[in-house]
T-cell receptor, first 112, second 112 residues
């Protein structure tokens, strides 16, 4: 039982490049979330999913897309990276409706 | 707009003493309030959830209070230990919703 894993752990992009962050959970959780965390600010919800095949916008969805083709995976895509997307990205999951219970270790993304 | 405030200054405390953290909110009527712990370079770890109709909740050495009149939650760590050193985040959400709004966190440093 690995919990929530995130790939990659670190990444440096140039402005305009694209990439996909992968989140995987092996706990059969229905709900999955993507957050970003910036210095001095609280975690902010980007997108979330309430089950396989569903996605919904969070607080700061612009510039990001997500997909949940399989229940255990939640992908976060950046089509054209911008320096403002430099951040630490956390994925989280929960079994039931409510606060995210299990967070992944994070992906540190730098956009130059 | 909704605002959650946590003391951004680090709390330095002697081992064995009680650490008390504050979470204040404005323009918000949360039904649930959560506290998380976050260690450097790691994802948040869920600690406690308290509902709006609960005044106090305890878990081992942790105690949380929720005062909807004062719009404030207090988080206490009793008999603090150096291993309690971390950043503590509060987060709020409305009933039946899972979109959390996080505070910026307060760093706690317990000195032996």
């Amino acid at each position: 039982n690995a919990g929530v894993t995130q790939t990659p752990k670190f990444r440096v992009l140039k402005t305009g490049q694209s990439m996909t962050l992968l989140c995987a959970q092996d706990m059969n959780h229905e709900y999955m979330y993507w957050y970003r965390q910036d210095p001095g600010m609280g975690l902010r919800l980007i997108h979330y999913s309430v089950g396989e095949g569903t996605t919904a916008k969070g607080e700061v969805p612009d510039g990001y897309n997500v997909s949940r083709l399989k229940k255990q995976n939640f992908l976060l895509g950046l089509e054209s990276a911008a320096p403002s997307q430099t951040s630490v990205y956390f994925c989280a999951s929960s079994l039931t409706l409510g606060p995210p219970r299990i967070f992944g270790p994070g992906t540190r993304l730098t956009v130059l | 707009s909704q605002k959650i405030e946590q003391n951004s200054e680090a709390l330095n405390i002697q081992e064995g003493k009680t650490a008390t953290l504050t979470c204040n909110y404005t323009n918000y009527s949360p039904a649930y309030l959560q506290w998380y712990r976050q260690d450097p370079g790691r994802g948040p770890v869920f600690l406690l959830l308290i509902r709006e109709n609960e005044k106090e909740k305890r878990k081992e050495r942790l105690k949380v209070t929720f005062d909807t009149t004062l719009k404030q939650s207090l988080f206490h760590i009793t008999a603090s230990q150096p291993a309690d050193s971390a950043t503590y985040l509060c987060a709020l959400n409305k009933a039946a919703g899972n979109k959390l709004t996080f505070g910026g966190g307060t760093r706690v440093l317990v000195k032996p």
